[in-house]
T-cell receptor
Framework: EAQVTQNPRYLITVTGKKLTVTCSQNMNHEYMSWYRQDPGLGLRQIYYSMNVEVTDKGDVPEGYKVSRKEKRNFPLILESPSPNQTSLYFC?????????????FGDGTRLSIL | GENVEQHPSTLSVQEGDSAVIKCTYSDSASNYFPWYKQELGKRPQLIIDIRSNVGEKKDQRIAVTLNKTAKHFSLHITETQPEDSAVYFCAASSRSSASKIIFGSGTRLSIRP
C-alpha cells in the first residue's frame, strides 16, 4: 500500500531534550516536506526536499533541522525543543519537484513540549 | 513572499445546499492550486486541484474556479452531505517560489441536518 509513515504518532517531552520524528514513503517520490498545523494558522511548511541531499527552508524553519540521505526518508530533528514547538506535525511527499503535484500526507505526529 | 488568505474560517450550511470557500493569493506567478479536506483527527487529503492554464474544473459535486486576473480561486460543493463536514484548506505554489507551498488558514465546514 502506498503510504507516508511517521513515527512517533504522539510524544510528550521536556524543553531542551533532542528529538527526531521519522518520515518514510514507499512511493519513490522525489519531493518530501514537513508541515506544522496550529489552530487558526493552517498548515505551515517547515522544510522541504526536492531530492536526495537537497533541502530548503519553508516558511517556519527556525528551531528545526532535516536531512535527506536516502530518497525514502526525511527525518525532522528538534535539537533543543521549546514549548512553542508544541504542535501537530505532518510529513508529505509527492512526485517531481512537488511544486505542481498533490501532496500525500502521513497520519501526523502530535508533539507536546513541556 | 507568497501569501494565501482563505475565507470564511467557519461555514455552516443546510444539508443539500451549496457551500463556497474562497482563497486569494499574492504571487502572480502561482500556477498550481490544490484543495485538501481534513476530517477530524485525520490527515489532509487532496480533493481537487487546478492549474493556471484552466479556469474551472469539476469532479461530481465539487468544482474549483480560478480567476488569475483577480488572483483568487474558489471551491464549490453542491448538494452538501453530512460527510462533507471537515476542514478544507486551499494552497498555492509557483516555480518562482522554489517549490514552496503556501496553505490557507482553513475553513471548518459544518453540514446541518
Amino acid at each position: 500500500e502506498a503510504q507516508v509513515t511517521q513515527n512517533p504518532r504522539y510524544l510528550i517531552t521536556v524543553t531542551g531534550k533532542k528529538l527526531t520524528v521519522t518520515c518514510s514513503q514507499n512511493m519513490n517520490h522525489e519531493y518530501m516536506s514537513w508541515y506544522r498545523q496550529d489552530p487558526g494558522l493552517g498548515l505551515r511548511q517547515i522544510y522541504y526536499s526536492m531530492n536526495v541531499e537537497v533541502t530548503d527552508k519553508g516558511d517556519v524553519p527556525e528551531g528545526y533541522k532535516v536531512s535527506r540521505k536516502e530518497k525514502r526518508n526525511f527525518p525532522l530533528i528538534l535539537e533543543s525543543p521549546s514549548p512553542n514547538q508544541t504542535s501537530l506535525y505532518f510529513c508529505a511527499s509527492s512526485y517531481g519537484t512537488g511544486q505542481d503535484q498533490p501532496q500525500h500526507f502521513g497520519d501526523g505526529t502530535r508533539l507536546s513540549i513541556l | 513572499g507568497e501569501n494565501v488568505e482563505q475565507h470564511p474560517s467557519t461555514l455552516s450550511v443546510q444539508e443539500g445546499d451549496s457551500a463556497v470557500i474562497k482563497c486569494t493569493y499574492s504571487d502572480s506567478a502561482s500556477n498550481y492550486f490544490p484543495w485538501y479536506k481534513q476530517e477530524l483527527g485525520k490527515r489532509p487529503q487532496l480533493i481537487i486541484d487546478i492549474r493556471s492554464n484552466v479556469g474551472e474544473k469539476k469532479d461530481q459535486r465539487i468544482a474549483v474556479t480560478l480567476n488569475k486576473t483577480a488572483k483568487h480561486f474558489s471551491l464549490h460543493i453542491t448538494e452538501t452531505q453530512p460527510e462533507d463536514s471537515a476542514v478544507y484548506f486551499c494552497a498555492a505554489s509557483s516555480r518562482s517560489s522554489a517549490s514552496k507551498i503556501i496553505f490557507g488558514s482553513g475553513t471548518r465546514l459544518s453540514i446541518r441536518p
